[in-house]
């Protein structure tokens, strides 16, 4: 993959980082107002499901995070865009609606696969 290409990836993933840390600190900023707050058993319960949707959605973020991170990695050491199953280079499109993503179609498709069977 050429530098420019590397380079629009790049912005791509930055971008979403800020998104994912924006999405937190809101979420996080939720939780600590609404603690507390609910004399109301009725609404006391509402909001207990309300927070694990929110810590739900957190831990969902954290691992979005990670894997930006690791995204931005392999843009530095040179392997992103590259299949670690096969070596074989993942479709650009395929990257572009996830950047994240360490396989190329056919591994990911093998994968799926072996997990409903159990194997993996
Ligand atoms: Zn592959």
Known sequence: MNAKRLEFFKGLLNEQMKELMEEAAKTINDMTI?????PDPTDRASWESDRNFLLRIRERERRLITKIREALERI????FGICERCGEPILEKRL???PVT???INCKQEQEDQEKRGIT
């Open 96 to 98: 572009e609606a996830r």
């Open 34 to 38: 609404t603690e507390g707050e609910f």
């Open 102 to 104: 360490t396989l190329c």
């Open 76 to 79: 530095e050491e040179g392997t």
